[in-house]
């Protein structure tokens, strides 16, 4: 449980450094996305999946 929280905590600080430093680059972004149809967003969904799962298997 201690290593779940660990890795909430590094998801929190790593998602929030680009809105932190460059809040009009990441509004544009949102926008885009928010402007893509649900295909690719699943796509992109997916991919970032089994990377994430990929790369646990490569540290662990």
């Known amino acids: ?3 779940l929280l660990i890795a909430i905590a590094l998801l ?4 929030g450094v680009w809105p932190f430093l460059s809040p009009p680059s990441f509004r544009r972004a949102l ?4 402007g ?13 999946m089994v990377v994430g799962v990929g790369l646990l298997y490569l540290v662990n």
Not at 12 to 15: A, C, S, T, Y
Not at 36 to 48: A, E, Q
């Open 31 to 34: 926008l885009t996305v928010a």
């Open 12 to 15: 929190l600080v790593l998602e």
């Open 1 to 3: 449980m201690h290593e």
């Open 36 to 48: 893509k149809r649900d295909g690719p967003l699943r796509v992109t969904g997916l991919i970032s």
